[in-house]
């Protein structure tokens, strides 16, 4: 079966690695090289499944009003006059009940856990050196008040499998020594032995080289316009390089993927 996929970030990468291992044809197609724009080049690479909370909450609905009243507010908002913010914005609220940000983190972790299991599983299959840090992740708090109230998230986690340490001020220097010129700025910290982290870039960029060797196709240098589609399925992409078609259509394009759709499709 031939597989277009549209966008070729960690994501499209990755999904054409698996398509590839299935034994499908796979052309991935972007306006950029691989791993070069986007979230894959910029994002901090973190592998934090201890890290697995939602940010809806009843804690966001006061940091939220708090930054309404401060200069240099961690968080802030700018509303508009858009109907889609104004939805989202409905939607994120409803979602900051105790019992909803329970249920979503939780879900979080599920799908993080999972993430974090296949991104081994392709380690360990192409050999893929990518600047990996297997040595945990510390999560640190400027302040013992904050330290404190996140142990409700601790302990949700930990129920559940996840090793967590709340750490004091010099275990967190004795994890990660570096921080001793900081040391005036930590209350203490949150220690998660099975994060990870890595540079994104360089995996997509490497990744996408294992799926050259599996016959994969990329095309940079590729934009795409528009999708046309007969009833409820795509029947082909038009972009800058002409009309590309397939059997099947992955959307890879992060957060342009749904206002392709809506553009497109309505």
Request: positive net charge.
């Amino acid at each position: 079966m031939e597989v277009l996929i549209l966008g070729g970030g960690v994501v499209g990468v990755t999904t054409a690695y698996q398509l590839l291992k299935d034994g499908h044809k796979v052309l991935v197609i972007d306006s950029l090289p691989p791993g070069i724009g986007g979230a894959s080049y910029g994002n901090a690479g973190l592998i934090a499944t201890g890290h697995s909370i939602a940010w809806g909450s009843p804690k966001a609905l006061k940091i939220w009003f708090n930054s309404l009243f401060h200069k240099d507010p961690v968080f802030r908002m700018k509303f508009q006059a858009d109907p889609q913010f104004i939805c989202w914005g409905l939607k994120f609220l409803f979602q900051c009940s105790e019992y909803k940000a329970k249920r979503n983190s939780l879900a979080k972790h599920r799908i993080s856990s999972y993430s974090q299991k296949k991104l081994k599983e392709v380690v360990e299959e192409t050999n893929i050196q990518y600047e990996q840090n297997v040595n945990g992740l510390i999560y640190l708090y400027r302040n013992s008040q904050a330290l404190a109230a996140s142990s409700s998230h601790v302990r949700l986690l930990q129920e559940i499998g996840q090793t967590l340490e709340t750490v004091e001020k010099e275990r967190v220097l004795e994890i990660v020594p570096e921080l001793r010129d900081s040391k005036d700025q930590i209350a203490g910290g949150v220690f998660s032995p099975s994060d990870e982290s890595g540079d994104s870039k360089i995996f997509t960029e490497q990744l996408m080289e294992c799926c050259r060797g599996m016959g994969g196709t990329f095309e940079s240098g590729v934009t795409i316009e528009r999708l046309e589609a007969s009833g409820t399925r795509i029947k082909r992409v038009v972009t800058n390089r002409g009309v590309f078609t397939s059997d099947n259509y992955v959307l890879c394009l992060g957060a342009w993927s749904p206002l392709l759709v809506r553009t497109s499709l309505g």
